[in-house]
């Protein structure tokens, strides 16, 4: 390794090669700058011709941690409300089975992992999935969470039919696009003493 100092100009002041020197021996004031030259540098080979990890499209379309999930989750980009994916989406979610856009979602979230849960014009509330799937209440997909405060509307059950368990006031049912699984620890924010 060797050490250079060059002034505000870039230009060289000094070699600083003596080890038992210290540094206030040399010229250093401000502006100065102190430059490393690594003699030891490791010449890497090129990694271009390696081999590489290689995902399908299938199996990209079904992970839940990935970019593409992350823009359908929030509708963002090219799967914005009104794009042409979301048309497209729109159109396949019909009453003849075939594949809604919040079906791929919910698909994606697994009963007991974590969750928050991001409604418009709420606080995002951390929970863990209990439920996925279609409900009797209300037509659609539907994720039952269970906070881990008490901010939710029920205890698991909606119209007499009980989905999932859990204290009341603690569980909801949400649609699949406002849900985020993930590695989301409880927070406390001392709620439940009310």
Not at 5 to 24: H, R
Not at 143 to 153: A, F, L, R
């Amino acid at each position: 390794m060797k050490l250079q100092l060059y002034d505000k100009a870039n230009v060289l002041i000094a070699n600083l090669d003596d080890d038992s020197a210290p540094l206030g021996f040399y010229p250093v004031d401000d502006g100065t700058r102190l430059h490393v030259v690594d003699r030891s540098a490791i010449q890497y080979e090129d990694v271009s011709k390696g081999p590489k990890y290689e995902l399908s499209q299938d199996e990209y379309s079904k992970r839940t941690d990935t970019v593409k999930a992350f823009l359908v989750r929030n509708k963002l980009g090219k799967y914005a409300e009104g794009s042409e994916v979301e048309v497209d989406a729109k159109k396949t979610s019909s009453s003849d089975g075939s594949t809604s856009a919040d079906e791929v979602l919910a698909k994606q979230l697994v009963v007991g992992s974590r969750c928050e849960v991001s409604l418009r014009g709420q606080p995002a509330k951390r929970g863990e999935i209990k439920f996925v799937g279609k409900t009797e209440f209300k037509p659609g997909w539907w994720v039952g969470v269970q906070y881990d405060e008490p901010c939710g509307k029920n205890d698991g059950s909606a119209d007499g039919k009980v989905y999932f368990v859990c204290i009341p006031k603690y569980g909801a049912f949400v649609r699949p696009q406002y849900v985020t699984q993930g590695d989301f620890p409880e927070e406390d924010l001392g709620l439940d003493e009310f």
